[in-house]
Nanobody, 122 residues
Framework: QVQLVESGGGSVQPGGSLTLSCAAS????????MGWYRQAPGKQRELVAG???????TYAESVKGRFAISRDIPGNTVTLRMNNLTPEDTAVYYC????????????????WGPGTQVTVSS
């Protein structure tokens, strides 16, 4: 099985920056896509940013120009650089990966990390 471990969450004042990192490990054949979702209290989980093997990158409208996602494909890691944070960015951020695992090499599976809290407050 594949595990995702996030790091880098925390508390920051409005206008500040944080960088989230996620590392995938385990029985990996390949990772098709990696990205970040977030869920604020009382709201649905939403896509923040995602990257597909080959270079296609997607951002939520609310974070365009402020957040940047990058992947280290050989290292099975993904990073989310968040700048100019606002209180509306407060949420639990989840790493997500679409993977091919050694135990099931003909199909893809979606794996989630446990989440990391980001709080933006003055």
């Amino acid at each position: 099985q594949v595990q995702l471990v996030e790091s880098g969450g925390g508390s920051v004042q409005p206008g500040g920056s944080l960088t989230l990192s996620c590392a995938a490990s385990g029985s990996i054949v390949s990772i098709y896509s990696m990205g970040w979702y977030r869920q604020a209290p009382g709201k649905q989980r939403e896509l923040v940013a995602g990257n597909v093997l080959g270079g296609t990158t997607t951002y939520a409208e609310s974070v365009k120009g402020r957040f940047a996602i990058s992947r280290d494909i050989p290292g099975n890691t993904v990073t989310l650089r968040m700048n100019n944070l606002t209180p509306e960015d407060t949420a639990v951020y989840y790493c997500c990966a679409t993977v091919v695992e050694t135990t099931a090499p003909t199909m893809t599976k979606v794996r989630w990390g446990p989440g990391t809290q980001v709080t933006v407050s003055s």
